[in-house]
């Protein structure tokens, strides 16, 4: 006994075969193709209108994130300084320093990582350089101060060194 082979339609139709269109159809899509393009928009809202239907309703895109839209460069603005305002991680960066006083910057760079002393004379030596990473505000104040006392600038943030 053989298997039986499937034919395969030439067109796929999720919604299977349709029943042919009336002439009613046929002749108001005529007349609607007809139209300008200003009311074919006036379309749709007349028939929600006329058969006492709502209107659907937007999909809400709470809970994703879109990345950086276009548009209010005054709302743009407000919602850069809030999401800097709610910065609560701070990287502490060694921007540079006098080289009188290297010795010194060294020592105080030992006394808050676990860097020995040839570690920490190459990341001094490197300059600029992220010397510890995520830091609350306080922490990052207290060390920042320290370095300052050593003759060096300092800074907080991600790339861009601004002394407290």
Excluded: C
């Excluded at 039986?4 to 796929?12: R, S």
């Amino acid at each position: 006994m053989g298997a039986k082979k499937y034919k395969y339609p030439e067109v796929y139709d999720p919604y299977g075969p349709m029943s042919p269109l009336s002439e009613k159809v046929v002749d108001i899509a005529d007349r609607i193709a007809a139209l300008p393009p200003e009311e074919i928009k006036q379309i749709a809202p007349a028939l929600l209108l006329r058969l006492n239907q709502s209107p659907p309703q937007a999909i809400s895109g709470q809970g994703f994130s879109f990345g950086p839209q276009g548009g209010g460069g005054a709302a743009g603005a407000a919602k850069a300084e809030e999401k800097k305002a709610e910065k609560t991680v701070f990287d502490v960066k060694l921007e540079k320093f006098d080289a009188a006083a290297k010795i010194k910057i060294i020592k105080e760079i030992r006394t808050f990582t676990d860097l020995g002393l040839k570690e920490a004379k190459e990341l001094v030596e490197k300059a600029p350089v992220v010397l510890k990473q995520s830091l609350t505000k306080e922490e990052a104040e207290a060390i920042i101060e320290k370095i300052k006392h050593g003759q060096a600038l300092a800074g907080v943030g991600n790339g861009s060194a601004v002394s407290l």
